[in-house]
């Protein structure tokens, strides 16, 4: 599985906002952009003028990273959203957000997008009775998101779990915290979908 391996923290400073990726740390002191909130590398403390196409390759790279899809996967992603028919922009955070270690995430039984990924990657989830390890799952309405009975023995799922009780998912979504399951009741919406991202300038980014 091909994945991001550099620092996390990087990623947020070169956006100029926090992303959210570490989990925890990213509420502490300790989070990168709280102190050094210029870019990362030798110039990243001068002022530039952003141009047009910088603004389209920032908007397209701030996607790629809060959800950690690769160039090529999240160009597929745009190519598929581009066949559908509506708002372009619209669908493809849809089809981002109905990944399975999104909906991980969103049901509050990770951290962050990473710890998502990973746990279904090691096989802790089941979609409807089957254990799915693919992370860009991508998952439909009416599905069921639990953790395997063997995985909630785990201390560390045990945590997730008694967290995830005390968080409220978006509107598109319910989680059972007694039977510990989630559900996709609808598609998202753009006003569901709370990430920092101009998707205007991303569908003009590959429209060039």
């Known amino acids: 599985m091909a994945r991001y391996t550099?620092?996390?923290?990087?990623?947020?400073?070169?956006?100029?906002?926090?992303?959210?990726?570490?989990?925890?740390?990213?509420y502490t002191g300790k989070c990168a952009i709280d102190r050094r909130s210029y870019p990362p590398g030798q110039h990243g403390q001068s002022r530039r003028k952003v141009s047009e196409y910088g603004l389209q390759l920032r908007a397209k790279q701030?996607?790629?990273?809060?959800?950690?899809?690769?160039?090529?996967?999240?160009?597929?992603?745009?190519?598929?959203?581009?066949?559908?028919?509506?708002?372009?922009?619209?669908n493809l955070l849809r089809l981002l957000e109905r990944r399975l270690d999104n909906v991980v995430y969103r049901l509050g039984l990770a951290v962050s997008r990473t710890e998502a990924r990973q746990l279904v990657n090691h096989g802790h989830f089941e979609v409807n009775g089957r254990k799915v390890n693919i992370p860009s799952y991508l998952v439909r309405v009416g599905d069921e998101i639990?953790?395997?009975?063997?995985?909630?023995?785990?201390?560390?799922?045990?945590?997730?779990?008694?967290?995830?009780?005390?968080?409220?998912?978006?509107?598109?979504?319910?989680?059972?915290?007694?039977?510990?399951?989630g559900r996709v009741v609808a598609l998202p919406n753009r006003e569901q979908i709370d990430v920092p991202v101009e998707e205007h300038l991303i569908v003009e980014r590959y429209s060039r």
């Not at 550099?6 to 990213?26: F, M, S």
């Not at 045990?158 to 509107?171: F, G, H, M, Q």
């Open 62 to 90: 701030r996607a790629r990273r809060i959800y950690g899809v690769l160039e090529r996967q999240f160009r597929n992603y745009f190519k598929e959203a581009a066949r559908q028919p509506g708002v372009t922009g619209d």
């Open 146 to 181: 639990t953790v395997r009975e063997r995985s909630k023995q785990s201390a560390k799922l045990k945590d997730l779990i008694e967290r995830a009780s005390e968080k409220t998912p978006p509107a598109w979504l319910e989680y059972d915290a007694e039977q510990v399951k």
């Open 6 to 26: 550099g620092a996390q923290c990087k990623l947020c400073r070169r956006e100029g906002l926090k992303l959210y990726l570490k989990g925890d740390r990213c």
